[in-house]
Nanobody, 123 residues
Framework: QVQLVESGGGLVQAGGSLRLSCVASGRFYSINNMAWYRQAPGKQRELVAAAITGGTTTYADSVEGRFTISRDNAKNTVYLQMNGLKVEDTGVYYC?????????????????WGQGTQVTVSS
């Protein structure tokens, strides 16, 4: 089965940096869009950054200029470089990917989610 695994989270002081990674594994034909979401306690999950196949990237207003999403297609990996971290960036960061794979014996495109990685920014 297709699986996404995030890594790179941790505890960092405000102003510091972290680099998150998300690796897709399993049986699939191609990966379409990849994106990072985050969810703080008591808040809804929100889109942080997205990268489509053509190379276009989008960012939430709150992180634009500080975060950078990138892809390494050969490694089936998406990264999120986070610089100038703020306390309000704290939350669980999730990787999401639209993947073309065989599902129940037929090809299909579906969204897959990772388990999340905790990012904590302290003052």
């Amino acid at each position: 089965q297709v699986q996404l695994v995030e890594s790179g989270g941790g505890l960092v002081q405000a102003g510091g940096s972290l680099r998150l990674s998300c690796v897709a594994s399993g049986r699939f034909y191609s990966i379409n869009n990849m994106a990072w979401y985050r969810q703080a306690p008591g808040k809804q999950r929100e889109l942080v950054a997205a990268a489509i196949t053509g190379g276009t990237t989008t960012y939430a207003d709150s992180v634009e200029g500080r975060f950078t999403i990138s892809r390494d297609n050969a490694k089936n990996t998406v990264y999120l470089q986070m610089n100038g971290l703020k306390v309000e960036d704290t939350g669980v960061y999730y990787c999401r990917s639209n993947i073309f794979a065989i599902v129940n014996g037929k090809p299909a495109r579906n969204d897959y989610w990772g388990q999340g990685t905790q990012v904590t920014v302290s003052s």
